[in-house]
Structure formats: C-alpha cells, structure tokens
C-alpha cells in the first residue's frame, strides 16, 4: 500500500511512488497494489493500480486510513513524506513492514521522533548524502536505543534511460538528441509571484527558441489547469511517465527544471541543468548541489531564466558544471529500495 502526500500542487512524492509500484510489478507481477490518495489531485483518477479516493491528502484522514488498513491487512505500507504517528502505529500492529520516506531535513526529523521511529521498518531519505545534512549524534543514540536502523540517503528515484523508447520520442516530436532543451516546473500547480511557474518557463523557451533557434521541449505537469498553449518552437505537452521524461532528459542539450525530483534526477544523469526554485523547500536543495558545482540557479522570471540559459552555454561555465557532475556520486534510490525491499520479503 503506498500512501503518498497527494494534493493539487505537488506530485514528487506520488511519482516517487508510482516509479516504486511500477518496479514492484515487473519484480512481483502477482503483488497487488494499492493507493490511497486524494481525490482533488488532477493524477489521482489516472492511477493505473487500485485507488482509493480520499477528500483530503491522507495525513488529515487517521479513521479512513486506519480502517483501509485493517480491511486490506498490507505486508508492506510506504508513506511517502505522510502519515501520522497512529497511522504508522496502526499498520506495524497490523503486521505490516512500515517504510517511511523523508524527503528534507525537517521531515527526516520527524521520522526519527521516538513516537514514529519506533513503529517504522525502513527510512528512506529521497536524497543524495551531499544535500542534506548528517543526521544528529542525538538522534542517532535515540535509533539506537530503540534497535532502530538510520534513515538511508537512497537519493532521486528514477527509472533509467530506455535507448529505443528514447529514439522513438525523439521522432515522434521531431527533435534531435542533442539539439533540444527541456522544461519542466515540476508538478504543474505552483504559483510564483501570482503566476503560474510552468508559464514562466514555458514564455522563457519561446524566447529561447526565438533568440537561438534551437527547439525547446515544455512539459507543464498534470497540476497545470490550463489548455496546453501553442508557442513557435516550443512543444508543450501536458505530462508523461518518467521512463519517457528521463528518456528525453537524458537526450536534451540542457535542461531548465524546479529545484525537486527532476533537479537531483538529471544531475544523477550528468545533466546539464539550470535549476529555478518554485516552492519554498527548493532553494536549500539547489544551493547544496551548487556547492557541488554540479548545477546553476536562478530565479523563476523571463530574463532570469533565458540569461542563465546564454550563461550555461559559455565554454568555461560547461566544462566546469560538467566537472562537477562527473565528481558527483552514482545515485539511483530505485535499486536500493527495491533491494531492501527484497530483504524484507526474501521468499517473495
């Protein structure tokens, strides 16, 4: 049972466990899925495993979870970045093994207070070590007392680059690996500064295109309410599944996405990648991979965005991003959740 946040901005923590589900099924094709999310999420009537519908995010609804809980009796649930303490407490009493994924440092704190640590199987942190910071020597005693292991920096979760899927895109919307930028804002619904970020971006690549020539690819998010806008140069499209965004990602000159997933997903690649904050909990999270020298930022405007673009693009400024990337870590959380899951089950 994956129990993700789930609302009408953002979709990081569903992806997550959708990309998750989507790998359970090919290791266990007979493993039955289910996921409990909030109606008012734009994804969440596409889920393609069995869903249950809630009129909030899931942390709000204790009774309507727990009670899913006792009637389903899962081996496994995974809160991503939700849950609440009884939540937690109910599925360990079930029997069930109870993974919790934090995705910052707050929310990594949270998992390990002794109220919710003590009914939690696995931590998982959906980040790489070097951007966030080393848990505490208190909060390592406390796991320590309670026989619990640390919360493990599995990094992004994605699915790696599929060639013929990537060729076949690149076809299918007449672009050439190589000679195409890509944008993406994240979910689609967040708001900067009274606008919609993915039409921030989206007026950025038309002018990119309009300065430069090269065609840009806009992908707006299932969040965004709007009809998809026709631009010169610029092929908007309203959402797809990461195997098809990495694929693509991984074919683009350079891409220019939200301080979230995407971010930490295209630096795993060795991407070079402009990063714009769009909510509140980016800005840290792009600062730590510029100390890595791994990408450049700047702030979700027009002018801000197609002058970093020009920037990223000088000799000097590339080859020292490129650096950077190439000094980072491999990092694929996929395998090593799917891995200690495994463990969990080994006869599975």
Same mark, same amino acid.
């Given at each position: 049972?994956?129990?993700?946040?789930?609302?009408?901005?953002?979709?990081?923590?569903?992806?997550?466990?959708? +990309?998750?589900?989507?790998?359970?099924?090919?290791?266990? @094709?007979?493993?039955?899925?289910?996921?409990?999310?909030? &109606?008012?999420?734009?994804?969440?009537?596409?889920?393609?495993?069995?869903?249950?519908?809630?009129?909030?995010?899931?942390?709000?609804?204790?009774?309507?979870?727990?009670? /899913?809980?006792? =009637?389903?009796?899962? =081996?496994?649930?995974?809160?991503?970045?939700?849950? #609440?303490?009884?939540?937690?407490?109910?599925?360990?009493?079930?029997?069930?093994?109870?993974? *919790?994924?934090?995705?910052?440092?707050?929310? #990594?704190?949270?998992?390990?207070? *002794?109220?919710? %640590?003590?009914?939690?199987?696995?931590?998982?942190?959906?980040?790489?070590? *070097?951007?966030?910071?080393?848990?505490?020597?208190?909060?390592?005693?406390?796991?320590?007392?309670?026989?619990?292991?640390?919360?493990?920096? !599995?990094?992004?979760?994605?699915?790696? @680059?599929?060639?013929?899927?990537?060729? &076949?895109?690149?076809?299918?919307?007449?672009?050439?690996?190589?000679?195409?930028?890509?944008?993406?804002?994240?979910?689609?619904?967040?708001?900067? =500064?009274?606008?919609?970020?993915?039409?921030? *971006?989206?007026? %950025?690549?038309?002018?990119?295109?309009?300065?430069?020539?090269?065609?840009? /690819?806009? /992908?707006?998010?299932?969040?965004?309410?709007? @009809?998809?806008?026709? /631009?010169?140069?610029?092929?908007?499209?309203?959402?797809?599944?990461?195997?098809?965004? +990495?694929?693509?990602?991984?074919?683009?000159?350079?891409?220019?996405?939200?301080?979230?997933?995407?971010?930490?997903?295209?630096?795993?690649? #060795?991407?070079?990648?402009?990063?714009?904050?769009?909510?509140?909990?980016? @800005?840290? #999270?792009?600062?730590?991979?510029?100390?890595?020298?791994?990408?450049?930022?700047?702030?979700?405007?027009?002018?801000? !965005?197609?002058?970093? +673009?020009?920037?990223?693009?000088?000799?000097?400024?590339?080859?020292?991003?490129?650096?950077?990337?190439?000094?980072?870590?491999?990092?694929?959380?996929? %395998?090593?959740?799917?891995?200690?899951?495994?463990?969990?089950?080994?006869?599975?």
């Amino acid at each position: 049972m994956f129990i993700p946040v789930s609302s009408k901005e953002g979709i990081g923590e569903y992806m997550r466990s959708r +990309i998750f589900a989507d790998e359970v099924a090919r290791a266990w @094709p007979d493993a039955q899925i289910h996921f409990v999310l909030n &109606e008012l999420a734009p994804y969440a009537h596409s889920c393609p495993y069995i869903t249950h519908l809630l009129n909030d995010t899931p942390t709000k609804k204790v009774a309507e979870v727990n009670q /899913l809980m006792t =009637d389903l009796k899962p =081996d496994v649930v995974i809160f991503d970045a939700s849950g #609440r303490q009884s939540q937690l407490q109910h599925a360990s009493q079930l029997g069930a093994k109870v993974i *919790f994924i934090s995705q910052h440092k707050r929310k #990594r704190s949270r998992g390990m207070k *002794f109220s919710r %640590a003590k009914y939690t199987d696995l931590h998982w942190v959906a980040q790489p070590e *070097f951007a966030i910071q080393p848990i505490t020597r208190w909060e390592r005693w406390k796991l320590k007392v309670m026989d619990k292991p640390e919360p493990i920096a !599995i990094g992004p979760v994605f699915t790696n @680059p599929c060639q013929r899927r990537k060729r &076949e895109l690149l076809e299918q919307y007449a672009l050439e690996e190589n000679r195409f930028y890509i944008f993406n804002s994240g979910s689609g619904g967040h708001c900067v =500064d009274g606008h919609y970020a993915a039409d921030v *971006f989206s007026q %950025a690549a038309q002018l990119t295109y309009q300065r430069t020539g090269v065609k840009c /690819l806009m /992908l707006f998010g299932p969040n965004y309410p709007n @009809p998809m806008p026709e /631009l010169d140069g610029v092929t908007s499209i309203k959402q797809m599944d990461n195997t098809d965004f +990495i694929s693509l990602l991984s074919a683009s000159k350079s891409a220019i996405l939200s301080g979230g997933d995407t971010l930490l997903q295209a630096l795993a690649l #060795r991407q070079l990648t402009i990063a714009v904050p769009v909510s509140k909990d980016q @800005p840290a #999270r792009i600062k730590a991979c510029e100390r890595q020298k791994a990408v450049i930022s700047c702030a979700c405007n027009v002018a801000a !965005i197609v002058k970093a +673009i020009e920037q990223v693009e000088q000799q000097d400024v590339s080859t020292q991003i490129n650096q950077g990337l190439q000094a980072l870590p491999s990092m694929n959380g996929l %395998a090593i959740g799917m891995q200690q899951l495994e463990q969990l089950f080994p006869q599975a």
